[in-house]
């Protein structure tokens, strides 16, 4: 009978982590694609990805394209798409460029002013798409046009630049070594930063498991929980010191974490992100259960124009120059990073995490294959079929559900 008993627990344990691989196949899938993706080009690059150098500029190229994917995430959740955002990012930086280096205005001035320039563009796109019922795609094309060819004409053909010192340590600086000199090249503050957000990931990570157990809604295996901890703190303190042996960690970098936690909480933990949620899932039911749909949408979009103009700010720091070309072609990779990252073409389903993920399995490809000598033409073959494989994935497992 205690055979029976024991048999016939060791089944419903099978089934339940069984049935949790399935439900979570993509989240976890992306994290494994990731590591395997990093590992096939630290090898084939004979270690040269995860050199500290190289990592910062890794750090430094795709900065500006997660955080455009973090807006980019709730747009697709939503159950729209943004289409201007490389145009409205080239022309924030050339709206800076001129106020800052042609008329010599004060660049944390310039700098508030481009963020709310920013939001501006979004809330009016999202005003036609929200209250008008415009198509988003058409919208957003427009804005593409309209923004693109204005960057020309108030750059006129142009480079503007360069930037004053200070505007380029938002992209191009490092946080500076409190302790230095305590151990020879090595930027102890930075790494002591990688140890403490390491703790906090884990203690948060615990107590959130603690929590559901108290409630009976842990769905995760334990050995699931344990593993990916384990991942997570052995890359994180890898990272940490391997940033601390070079310059320590990116200005940007810090930026673009700091964002990555407020808007994996609105997502997670706040009214507002589960109501995107609902409104990507069914307009209609969201609007019948009293959610107001249509202020809801144009929030998204004016967030969206608000992280495109830090972008642009962003990028424009890193090159120490305004280009006509600057924003050319971002939308693609950010829209490919939330599609990769696991966000669904239908709306209602995306994480915050999974669109990080996603941006850096662009980057890692893009870097990794650059470093190879790969053309930029089979390059852009193989981003487009890793793109239509992770829209293929989402679109075969919900059939399959």
Not at 190 to 209: D, H, M, P, Q
Request: proline share 2%; aromatic share 12%; glycine share 12%.
């Amino acid at each position: 009978m205690a055979q029976q008993t024991l048999a016939t627990e060791e089944t419903s344990q099978r089934r339940s982590v069984g049935s949790f691989v399935k439900s979570n196949i993509r989240e976890y899938g992306m994290l494994l694609s990731l590591i395997l993706i990093m590992a096939f080009f630290q090898f084939m690059t004979n270690g040269t990805l995860l050199k500290p150098l190289n990592l910062t500029n890794l750090i430094l190229q795709n900065s500006y394209i997660v955080i455009m994917a973090l807006g980019m995430m709730l747009i697709i959740v939503a159950g729209h798409i943004d289409l201007s955002v490389g145009s409205v990012c080239g022309f924030i930086g050339a709206v800076a460029a001129v106020l800052i280096v042609q008329f010599h205005i004060d660049w944390i001035l310039v700098t508030i002013f481009c963020l709310l320039l920013g939001a501006a563009i979004g809330a009016v796109q999202g005003y036609f798409v929200a209250f008008w019922k415009i198509p988003s795609f058409i919208v957003t094309l427009a804005g593409m046009l309209v923004f693109k060819g204005l960057a020309l004409y108030i750059l006129k053909g142009q480079s503007v630049g360069p930037f004053p010192v200070p505007f380029q340590r938002m992209s191009s600086g490092f946080l500076p070594d409190a302790a230095a000199g305590v151990i020879q090249a090595f930027n102890l503050t930075s790494f002591l930063i990688g140890v403490a957000v390491t703790g906090l990931v884990i203690y948060f990570n615990v107590k959130e498991r603690r929590g559901q157990q108290e409630h009976g809604l842990v769905e995760e295996p334990f050995v699931f929980f344990l593993g990916r901890n384990i991942l997570v703190a052995a890359g994180f303190l890898l990272f940490s010191y391997l940033m601390a042996s070079y310059k320590g960690l990116p200005n940007v970098l810090i930026v673009m974490f700091a964002l990555i936690v407020l808007y994996a909480f609105v997502t997670s933990s706040m009214t507002i992100g589960r109501r995107i949620y609902a409104l990507g899932g069914n307009e209609k039911a969201a609007r019948l259960s009293g959610i107001k749909t249509h202020r809801l949408a144009f929030y998204t979009f004016a967030n969206m124009g608000l992280l495109a103009g830090l972008a642009g700010l962003i990028f424009a720091a890193r090159l120490n120059t305004a280009t006509p070309k600057a924003g050319l072609g971002f939308e693609l990779d950010v829209i490919a990073a939330c599609f990769i990252g696991g966000a669904s073409a239908s709306g209602g389903v995306g994480k915050v995490v999974g669109a990080v993920i996603g941006a850096f399995v662009m980057g890692v490809m893009n870097n990794g294959m650059s470093i190879l000598g790969v053309g930029i033409d089979l390059q852009q073959v193989i981003k487009g079929l890793v793109l239509l494989a992770a829209v293929f994935l989402d679109v075969y497992y919900k059939n399959k559900a």
